[in-house]
């Protein structure tokens, strides 16, 4: 069945920089868009980035941009978030999901994300 795993996330300071990576298995992944969403305690899920099946095309939140990159390998059936300049406003637990900024929902499969806490 279709899997995702997150990882990559830490502790660090604002200003620093983490590369969270999802490894994805049991379905296509080279035929679909993929996207990055982050949630905090008590909040719902919050888009932060999609990327095109095909890596030609990104999109990002606006609270983001300018400062994360999205990108995706697809022979290691990969997906990447490179956060540079990281706030406080960015901790949260990250997870990637199957679709774009409109679809994702809809997609029932969630791993277990991955916790990044920006604090100094």
């Known amino acids: 069945q279709a899997q995702v795993a997150e990882s990559g996330g830490g502790l660090v300071r604002p200003g620093g920089s983490l590369n969270l990576s999802c490894i994805a298995s049991?379905?296509?992944?080279?035929?679909?868009?993929m996207t990055w969403v982050r949630q905090v305690p008590g909040k719902g899920l919050e888009w932060v980035s999609d990327?095109?099946?095909?890596?030609?095309?990104?999109d990002y939140a606006d609270s983001v941009k300018g400062r994360f990159t999205i990108s995706r390998d697809n022979a290691k059936n990969t997906l990447y978030l490179q956060m540079n300049g990281l706030k406080p406003e960015d901790s949260a637990v990250y997870f990637c999901?199957?679709?774009?900024?409109?679809?994702?929902?809809?997609?029932?499969?969630r791993g277990q994300g991955t916790q990044v806490t920006v604090t100094v």
């Open positions: 049991g379905f296509p992944f080279k035929s679909y868009s």
């Open positions: 999901k199957r679709g774009t900024r409109t679809t994702y929902d809809k997609w029932p499969v």
């Open positions: 990327i095109l099946y095909d890596g030609t095309r990104a």
